[in-house]
């Protein structure tokens, strides 16, 4: 036995990046054939000893070896199994408490068309300087009307377009006027009321009202209606409750405004919002929010990604022109190619923050933008430098101050948690190598008036050194890993290993798998894919969070990017993405389902573990207040693994534990039509004991919650 242990000691030695060699090995070698001459070794000791009662001992053992040899064979198939080591005898580290966290950008119209509430596509007339896109007339039978996209007509100096209608023909029955698509569509739900502003101004002979509704695609059957009071000759606000009574809900529908006379009316304006979560005015999509919500965040990471770059210096995330009143914000092209409203302004990133209850980790503009210019470090980029600087003083300024102020009257008294700010993104796309020098000139403005802030360099460890910032120490770096499934496993068991546990904190900033190593998150051939990842990229994904998780005592925050996508044709720009959505409903990817087992059961302190002959990647942790223990085992092959879980050093372990288990067929995935398609089960474990038999079942990711006394 003290033969057989010692092997197994040695053969559990083995790090998990031996685990499928060994496993391998294992069932290649005769089982039989290594016990056999175990079992010879033992005889032949004690025969040596007695070798005067040689001939009857030797009868004796012929009687008793195959019983003898029987039982170690049982003994060996309980130990033969793979075994995945937990050690609580010391705790490795601490979880970062910020470890799990969200990324987001106007990108796949996650804002506009998403998670922003607004209904009206092109609501202010500025995406097309030629052509009123997403408006149409409402006419025919005997109802007449013509749109003129004024470019210059503006309401203020800001929505400086407007349409004009000219009814010539209209009445109650056949009103004319003027409808919009929406964003896909308009969502219509039974009981639900919306709320629609109108800019609107009319010439004389016609003084309102105007007709608000929302109707059928065909303008057949109306939802919802309501009318404006009278218009005059001046701009004007209309603000109206629309309400949708026993309806199915459909997303087949859209806005209109009609005349039911004829006359002549200027929109400089169009605005339509369902319920908001929290009922903030200008809020967030409810249904988004709540899956966000779930996932338990600690941080958002925001405007960008490429998104607070932008193509150009003009076209940068310029947060001063997102704050305000919508009826303020001009709006801005976003590097995805098409417009931003820029309706979710600087304000209502941080209001979202809050309503998660999650930290802000501010990106600010840090003068490089995508198209390959720069700002050179010294005079030139002072006035960006002093644009963070007063970025930071409206999110945690007072009263006293000029930007704290601002933000009061925009109506957030309080100021903000603020402790991370990102230097730029990804700057080590910038060939004119300016980087080092551009952060130094940031780091030290920044530190000198808010030393308590941890500055983020966007050029980490997964880039050459020699783009690195080696000037200043930045307090963090952000590391960005679009990866393969398979890239992700063969280099999770490794990853960060062998990092300076004294260098900069490490921030992985954007992070996804994607199932074909062929095809990059952004090639054409990627919008081919369906837009969230199946259930093999989330065994990619699960197996480097296990790789943070082991690590997090380094990597303080991650985060999944891109986080949204409009599944509509045409609205995405990247795969894959982490939530799908239309305009009435949203799923989870299997990707986003592992992100929230992970980070619902996590604990504060890291266990060390180790595989041993096993393909299966894991982590664990503890939760040192409630004795909770937190393992995840990812499985990524076609068979079960049986696996010898060995936990060390827990007292008095609960016999009884839960598993939830992500698992399917690996090219599985979850769509509008089957949201649920992939989702975690939650099972009973029993018998749990210091050494137990637990089966990881066929490409799976399992989170197993057990009990110890703290
Ligand atoms: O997440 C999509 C893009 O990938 C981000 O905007 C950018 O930072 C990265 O290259």
Redesign the pocket.
């Known amino acids: 036995m003290e033969i057989l242990k010692l092997g197994w000691r040695i053969n559990a030695a083995f790090h998990l990046r031996d685990a499928a060699f060994m496993r391998q090995r294992l069932q290649n070698e005769n089982c039989r054939f290594q016990l056999q001459s175990l079992v010879d070794l033992a005889v032949g000791i004690f025969t040596c000893s007695m070798p005067i009662r040689l001939r009857r001992f030797e009868k004796l053992m012929k009687t008793l070896t195959p019983i003898f040899l029987g039982g170690l064979i049982a003994i060996r198939c309980v130990a033969a199994n793979p075994t995945f080591t937990v050690d609580a005898t010391r705790p490795a580290a601490n979880v970062s408490p910020m470890l799990y966290g969200l990324m987001t ?1 106007e ?1 796949n119209h996650s804002y506009d068309g998403g998670l922003y509430a607004e209904l009206i596509r092109n609501r202010a007339f500025l995406d097309d300087k030629a052509t009123a896109a997403h408006w149409s007339a409402v006419s025919g039978s005997g109802a007449q009307v013509s749109l003129t996209l004024e470019p210059t007509n503006g309401f203020n100096d800001q929505l400086t377009a407007s349409l004009r209608l000219e009814v010539t023909g209209a009445s109650k029955n056949q009103p004319a006027g003027v409808a919009n698509d929406g964003y896909w569509g308009i969502p219509v739900l039974p009981h639900n009321r919306y709320h629609a502003s109108l800019l609107a101004r009319a010439e004389s002979g016609f003084a309102g009202p105007l007709v608000v509704s929302i109707v059928s695609e065909d303008g057949r059957t109306v939802y919802a209606s309501g009318k404006t009071s009278a218009l005059g000759p001046q701009w004007g606000r209309f603000d109206l409750t629309l309400k949708t009574g026993e309806v199915a809900p459909t997303t087949n529908a859209r806005l209109q405004i009609t005349l039911d006379r004829p006359g002549t009316v200027r929109l400089g304006f169009v605005s339509l919002f369902p319920p908001t979560w929290n009922g903030r005015p200008n809020g967030l999509r409810k249904d988004l929010m709540q899956m966000l919500v779930d996932l338990n965040p600690k941080f958002l990471r925001f405007p ?4 607070v770059e932008g193509d150009t210096i003009d076209t940068r995330f310029d947060w001063k022109k997102t704050i305000g009143p919508i009826e303020e914000r001009h709006g801005h092209p976003c590097p995805w190619g098409y417009r931003s409203t820029d309706g979710l302004g600087l304000l209502e990133f941080l209001e979202w923050c809050e309503d998660m209850k999650a930290e802000p980790v501010l990106a600010v503009y840090a003068g490089y933008s995508l198209r390959g210019v720069h700002v050179n470090p010294g005079p030139d980029l002072e006035p960006f430098v002093q644009e963070a600087l007063e970025e930071i003083e409206y999110l945690i300024g007072d009263r006293h101050t000029i930007w704290g102020s601002r933000r009061i009257k925009d109506g957030h008294p309080a100021p903000f948690k603020l402790r991370y700010v990102e230097i730029g ?2 700057d080590w796309f910038d060939r004119s190598k300016s980087y080092d020098a551009r952060f130094a000139q940031f780091h030290d403005a920044i530190k000198a008036r808010y030393p308590q802030l941890k500055l983020i360099s966007t050029v980490g460890n997964d880039q050459p050194e020699s783009g690195r910032v080696h000037t200043r120490k930045p307090d963090v770096t952000d590391e ?1 890993y679009y990866r393969s499934t398979d890239e992700f496993l063969q280099t999770s068991p490794e990853y960060a290993r062998k990092y300076d546990r004294s260098g900069p904190e490490i921030f992985v900033g ?1 992070w996804a798998a994607h199932e074909d190593a062929k095809i990059k998150p952004w090639d054409a051939a990627a919008r081919q894919q369906p837009p969230t990842p199946s259930l093999k990229a989330a065994l990619g994904d699960a197996a480097f969070m296990t790789a943070m998780e082991r690590n997090s005592d380094l990597i303080k925050m991650q985060c999944y ?2 986080l949204l996508v409009n599944v509509n044709p045409g609205a995405r720009q ?1 795969r894959p993405d982490l939530i799908g959505y239309d305009a009435l409903s949203a799923f989870g990817s299997p990707s986003y389902y592992a992100i929230q087992m992970f980070s619902r059961n996590l604990g504060d302190q890291i266990l060390s573990v180790q595989g041993a002959e096993t393909a299966v990647q894991g982590s664990a942790t503890r939760d040192s207040r409630t004795g909770e223990i937190f393992i995840k085992l990812v499985n990524p092959g076609p068979a079960a693994e049986p696996l010898r879980v060995d936990l060390k050093g827990f007292v008095s372990l609960a016999s009884r534990g839960t598993a939830f288990t992500l698992a399917g067929n690996p090219e599985d995935t979850n769509s509008i039509l089957e949201p649920r398609k992939v989702i975690p089960l939650l099972t009973k474990v029993a018998q749990v004991k210091p050494d137990f038999l637990y089966t990881v079942p066929p490409h799976s990711i399992v989170v197993l919650k057990l009990k110890a006394r703290p």
């Open positions: 950008e990108i960008g990604g490429n998104y993104n990804e960005h954007e990017a891109p990247w």
